[in-house]
């Protein structure tokens, strides 16, 4: 059985945001980060399997910062500069952090993750993530973690399922992108399920 909703609904700007693994560190963005990030989120090929495109001005990369500051703010959302030995690797969020709604509580958001291409096959958004999942549930006390990737994203779909996430359906024809239609595979965990599959998985408590 899942516990009842903590009575205390966390300020996400009070909380120790700065998060560490053994090999990474975790950080939320600063508008300073734009030439940090201008590389990747500019390179048409990284968000081929994502709900974004490529940005075309460091504008619009200044503009998507102020969004991401704006989500901690607002106690909606964070996200995470993952970097390793100091070089910048990729980016992880929680997502449309939603603990209310009239009568209901819901404590959940949407785990969302890229890693940067010179960057893929060193198992670091597996690493992050795991991190950030546990920092979802013991910290911000959520009750559940969704997250979501298309179809042929390969990569992705073994992250998610490495992570212990629970299939619960596929989003046929969901979303258009590049000419065709993608199916959207579905996924969620809850803090009952967490608490258990970390006895056998590598993730520090």
């Given at each position: 059985m899942s516990a009842p909703p903590r009575s205390h609904i966390p300020k996400?700007?009070?909380?120790?945001?700065?998060?560490?693994?053994?090999?990474?560190?975790?950080?939320?963005?600063?508008l300073d980060d734009v030439e940090?990030?201008?590389?990747?989120?500019?390179?048409?090929?990284?968000?081929?399997?994502?709900?974004?495109?490529?940005?075309g001005s460091k504008d619009e990369t200044r503009a998507f910062l102020e969004t991401c500051i704006k989500g901690i703010a607002d106690n909606t959302g964070i996200v995470w500069a993952i970097e390793h030995a100091g070089d910048f690797v990729g980016a992880i969020g929680l997502h449309g952090i939603k603990y209310q709604f009239a009568a209901w509580r819901?404590?959940?958001?949407?785990?969302?993750?890229?890693?940067?291409?010179?960057?893929?096959?060193?198992?670091y958004m597996t690493e992050a993530a795991a991190e950030v999942v546990r920092f979802g549930f013991d910290t911000l006390g959520l009750h559940k973690i969704t997250v979501g990737c298309?179809?042929?994203?390969?990569?992705?779909?073994?992250?998610?399922?490495r992570l212990g996430f629970r299939f619960i359906g596929q989003h046929e024809d969901d979303v258009w992108r590049d000419e065709a239609w993608h199916a959207h595979l579905r996924y969620e965990l809850l803090?009952?399920?967490y608490s258990d599959i970390t006895t056998t998985m590598p993730v520090r408590r």
């Open positions: 996400i700007s009070e909380l120790p945001l700065e998060l560490a693994t053994e090999r990474l560190t975790l950080r939320p963005y600063t940090m990030l201008w590389p990747h989120v500019s390179d048409p090929r990284l968000p081929k399997q994502m709900s974004w495109n490529a940005h819901l404590d959940r958001a949407e785990l969302g993750y890229w890693v940067g291409i010179p960057f893929h096959r060193n198992g298309l179809e042929g994203n390969v990569g992705s779909r073994k992250i998610i399922e803090a009952s399920s």
